[in-house]
C-alpha cells in the first residue's frame, strides 16, 4: 500500500476526544477501550455504506487526530465504487499509484448512510454499556468480601429494595438482607457488606448484605487496631441481625486483653459499632482450644458449673447452670443457646443443677444445633 497524503482529520474529531475524555473521566470507561469500538463501529458502517470493510482509522489522541480511510484498488474501469477508484482519481491522492495497487481514500464519516451511522451508533453505545459493565466487575471484584460505604439513593416503595451508590458503581440492597427493623432514608450512609459478585445478563452483579456475620467481623477489623495488626484474632462470629451476635476472640500476645481491646476504653469501641448497627447487642468472649472452656465463655452472660462432652466424641455436650440462671443461659425465645452453638459449632443441651443427673421436675431445654 502507498503512503497516505496528509488529509484533513474527520470533522468533529476535537468533539470526539472531548467527549471521550469525560467518558473516561466520569464514568471510568478508559479511552483506549472505546476507540477500539469506535474502530468497529467504522469497520461496520463502511462495509454498510460500501460493501468494502477493507478500512483504516487513524487516531492521535495527543493530537486530537481521528481520520478514516477506505482502501481501495486502482482500476482502468470502476465496476465496484466502494472497492475501486480510477487511475486518475488515484493519482489525485498518490501521484505514482498505478494499476493494481490498492490506495488509501480519505473517507468522510458523514457520508454514511442512515442505517450505516445508526448501526454504528448502537456498536459505540454497546461498548459504552460494555466499558461500564467491566469498570463495575472491576470495581466490585475489589471490594469482595470486604466492607464498603454505600450512600442510599432510592427505596422501592413496593419491595423495600434500596438501591445503593458504591464509589461509582450501584448495587441493590435487598429487602431481605436489611437489619429487621431498620429504617434506610435516601441520602443516608451506611456500611454494608459485600458477600459475593457475579456476571449476570445484565452485567455484574454484587451481593450486598448487611445482616452477614462479616460485616460485623469487618466492623471489628475496622474499630480495633489490635485486630487489624494480628495482635487480636476473631476466630468466630455468630449473629442474628438486629437482635444480638456473638464474637469469639483470641489474643497472641499475653499483655493484650482480647476482649479489653474489643471492647475499647469506656466501650468506646464496641458501642460505636453498636451504633453502626442500630442497636444490636454484641456479646465479647474469650476463645480457647478447650471445647469446655470455649462453651462456657459462648454461654456469657450466664455462669456455667460444668461440661460434659458427649462420651461418643461427637460435637455435642451437657452443660449444667446454676438453677437460677436456666434461662438467662437458654437466652430469650433460645437466642443466648442458639447463638453459643453456632459461635462454637457445638450441639449444647443445658440443664439446670438440680436437674443435671437426675430427671428434673422442670421441662428441660432442646439440645440446641449449631448450623443456623
Known sequence: MRSKKKTEPVAGSSEIFNALSLLEKEHGISMDFMVDRIRKAIVTACKSSYGNEDCTVS????KGLFQVFLNKVVVADVTEPGR???????????????EGETVPVPTDTKNFGRIAAM???????QGIRDGERSRMLQEFESKHQELVSAIVDQIDPRTGAATLIIGKAEAVLPKSEQVPGETLTVGSHIKVYVADVKETERGPRAIISRIHP????????????????????IKSVAREAGSR?????????????????????KGMRVNHIVDELGGEKIDIVDYSDDPCKFIA????????????????????????????????????KGQNARLA??????KIDIKPQSGFYSEPEQPEQEPVEPQE
Open 119 to 125: 448501526t454504528a451508533r448502537n456498536i459505540i453505545r
Open 297 to 332: 465463655s459462648a454461654l456469657s452472660p450466664a455462669d456455667v458449673l460444668d461440661v460434659l462432652p458427649a462420651e461418643d466424641g461427637s460435637h455435642a455436650c451437657r452443660v449444667s447452670v446454676p438453677d437460677e440462671q436456666l434461662s438467662l443461659a437458654i437466652g430469650n
Open 59 to 62: 487516531v492521535d489522541p495527543a
Open 245 to 265: 451476635t456473638k464474637i469469639a476472640v483470641l489474643s497472641h500476645n499475653s499483655d493484650v486483653d482480647a476482649v479489653g481491646s474489643c471492647i475499647g476504653a
Open 214 to 233: 462479616d460485616l460485623v467481623r469487618r466492623l471489628f477489623e475496622a474499630e480495633v487496631p489490635e485486630i487489624y495488626d494480628g495482635t487480636v484474632e
Open 341 to 346: 452453638a453456632r459461635l462454637t459449632g457445638w
Open 84 to 98: 475501486e477508484i480510477t487511475v486518475e482519481n488515484a493519482r489525485n491522492i498518490d501521484p505514482t499509484a498505478v
